[in-house]
């Protein structure tokens, strides 16, 4: 079975300065990884996605992420934090046919001045 | 604009009463999810169906149901039976047949709350 899991359940970094969000997997087969975000009492939105094309992947507002093999990592990384980096973050595995995603218990980011 | 819609965004309900949420999408997207969202517990997989008239379960479907009559729609009804409904719960959808097989779109969420 797959599973996800998310280290710290909260994060305050300043404002810019480095946000690193880990997130590590087990699935016994090639997986399709996920970053979504969620700012408060709204739903998910797609940060990036990993699907074997590249290890390195960019996604929106300036997020990109790594996928390590070796290490059966994803984490999440953005060089500078800004105010509206602030919300919950989640990482998400796939890999069967039916599409489901299996979630982290997320991350939430405080940003501090 | 394509999306998904949920409503109602807050609903207050009496212990014992079932209850429907809707959700709508215009993405022509054949898959649809509805999870379930609790603080420190990320979002858990109710039900999900991948075609018109099909559904399955997902890892906690007792005390919900679901219908699936029309590509668009995917109702989800919180019966008396489930012993915690309160809870923050979103519908997604997804296209499987395309190469973006495996991103989900997600609506706003609907806030339950049970008393």
């Known amino acids: 079975a797959q599973s996800v899991t998310q280290l710290g359940s909260h994060v305050s970094v300043s404002e810019g300065a480095l946000v690193l969000l880990r997130c590590n997997y087990s699935s016994s087969v090639p997986p399709y990884l996920f970053w979504y975000v969620q700012y408060p009492n709204q739903g998910l939105q797609l940060l990036l996605k990993y699907t074997s094309a590249a290890t390195l992947v960019k996604g929106i507002n300036g997020f990109e992420a790594e996928f390590k093999k070796s290490e059966t990592s994803f984490h999440l990384t953005k060089p500078s934090a800004h105010m509206s980096d602030a919300a919950e973050y989640f990482c998400?595995?796939?890999?069967?046919?039916?599409?489901?995603?299996?979630f982290g218990a997320g991350t939430q980011v405080v940003v501090t001045p | 604009d394509g999306g998904i819609t949920q409503s109602p965004k807050y609903l207050f309900r009496k212990e014992g009463q079932n209850v429907t949420l809707s959700c709508e999408q215009n993405?022509?997207?054949?898959?649809m999810y509805w999870y379930r969202q609790d603080p420190g517990q990320g979002l858990r997989l109710i039900y999900y169906?991948?075609?018109?008239?099909?559904?399955q379960k997902g890892d906690i479907a007792e005390g919900y149901s679901v219908s699936r009559e029309k590509k668009e729609s995917f109702p989800l009804t919180v019966t008396s039976a489930q012993k915690n409904p309160t809870a923050f719960y979103l519908c997604?959808?997804?296209?499987?047949?395309?190469?973006?097989?495996?991103?989900?779109?997600f609506g706003p969420g609907t806030r339950l709350t049970v008393t």
């Open positions: 998400a595995v796939s890999h069967d046919s039916w599409g489901k995603l299996q």
């Open positions: 993405l022509n997207h054949d898959a």
């Open positions: 169906s991948q075609i018109v008239n099909d559904f």
């Open positions: 997604a959808s997804s296209d499987w047949d395309s190469l973006n097989s495996y991103e989900q779109y």
